[in-house]
């Protein structure tokens, strides 16, 4: 899995490609909590390029919204394909993490 990261304003977006699945869910977990301890407290994560979620991708998400939590900031998802969308509903875990249809949305909502 490859993540791309870039910076908009003061909201760090990360867009991971491919699964998350039990093999690269640590990695991003590692990769996007690395971000939040060096200070980047307001994230989105770009979910348009990812492909398939399992349920331990689901837990790399909920533990880095609460790294972010503790350092009280921001975390926003946005552009789910139908798939993961699914995933999120199912699990309910769209209750717990803000869900935007843009990454446009997601930065004005966490700005």
Do not use: W
Request: glycine share 8%.
């Amino acid at each position: 899995m490859e993540l791309a990261q870039s910076k908009t304003g003061e909201v760090t977006v990360v867009r991971p490609q491919g699964r998350i699945d039990s093999l690269t869910a640590p990695g991003f977990h590692q990769t996007v909590r690395g971000l939040v301890d060096s200070g980047a407290n307001r994230v989105v994560v770009d979910l348009s390029d990812v492909t398939y979620i399992s349920t331990a991708g689901l837990r790399a998400l909920l533990m880095i919204a609460r790294a972010i939590e503790t350092a009280r900031g921001k975390l926003g998802i946005c552009k789910l394909n139908p798939d993961v969308q699914k995933l999120f509903t199912l699990s309910q875990f769209d209750s717990l993490i803000h869900i935007h249809n843009t990454c446009d949305d997601a930065v004005a909502a966490l700005a």
